[in-house]
């Protein structure tokens, strides 16, 4: 009688082996796509707050602060608002080393985005006809430091004729 060894063969013990390998980086590629998407919707949110911020922060300086425009004058534009306030003090909003500086002229300027977040663009574009018709047009552009691949851009539009605001779908 021939005795039969119990066990695996190699191959099997192969096979076996890849099949195991197979579904332990597919769990690993999975978790890798979820914790990577995390980090993702992240920062997307990091930049529409600090989107918001800046809008919120536009609409209290032109509208609840401002008693006349210095710059930019009407037919140009720049990346930085000045305005005379209601105080009689001056304070600017200025596009400076990819951050929106926020200052009293005289004071310390101060930012109104934080370090995830660098602003490529931020022109403000002003339009009047003459009257008493004043446009402001402001496109803003917000990058991710840690993810540059994700940005954010939004442009608004002050009127004061009407004393209203909208933002452009883009």
């Given at each position: 009688?021939?005795?039969?060894?119990?066990?695996?063969?190699?191959?099997?013990?192969l096979i076996y082996s890849s099949l195991l390998a197979f579904f332990i980086s597919s769990i690993f590629i999975f978790?890798?796509?979820?914790?990577?998407?995390?980090?993702?919707?992240?920062?997307?949110?990091?930049?529409?707050?600090?989107?918001?911020?800046?809008?919120?922060?536009?609409?209290?300086?032109?509208?609840?602060?401002?008693?006349?425009?210095?710059?930019?004058?009407?037919?140009?534009?720049?990346?930085?608002?000045?305005?005379?306030?209601?105080?009689?003090?001056?304070?600017?909003?200025?596009?400076?080393?990819?951050?929106?500086?926020?200052?009293?002229?005289?004071?310390?300027?101060?930012?109104?985005?934080?370090?995830?977040?660098?602003?490529?663009?931020?022109?403000?574009?002003?339009?009047?006809?003459?009257?008493?018709?004043?446009?402001?047009?402001?496109?803003?552009?917000?990058?991710?430091?840690?993810?540059?691949?994700?940005?954010?851009?939004?442009?608004?539009?002050?009127?004061?004729?009407?004393f209203r605001y909208t933002e452009a779908e883009e």
């Amino acid at each position: 009688m021939i005795k039969l060894k119990k066990g695996f063969s190699l191959i099997e013990v192969l096979i076996y082996s890849s099949l195991l390998a197979f579904f332990i980086s597919s769990i690993f590629i999975f978790l890798n796509s979820i914790l990577g998407s995390s980090d993702r919707i992240g920062e997307r949110n990091e930049l529409v707050a600090n989107q918001d911020l800046i809008l919120r922060k536009m609409h209290w300086l032109l509208f609840n602060q401002t008693s006349s425009i210095k710059e930019p004058v009407a037919g140009s534009s720049s990346t930085l608002i000045k305005v005379k306030g209601l105080d009689s003090k001056t304070y600017t909003l200025d596009l400076n080393g990819g951050q929106i500086l926020f200052s009293e002229v005289g004071g310390t300027s101060t930012p109104i985005t934080n370090n995830h977040v660098n602003v490529t663009k931020f022109v403000v574009d002003h339009f009047s006809n003459g009257q008493s018709n004043t446009t402001f047009k402001i496109s803003l552009v917000l990058q991710s430091r840690n993810l540059p691949s994700i940005n954010t851009s939004s442009t608004f539009f002050y009127d004061f004729s009407q004393f209203r605001y909208t933002e452009a779908e883009e």
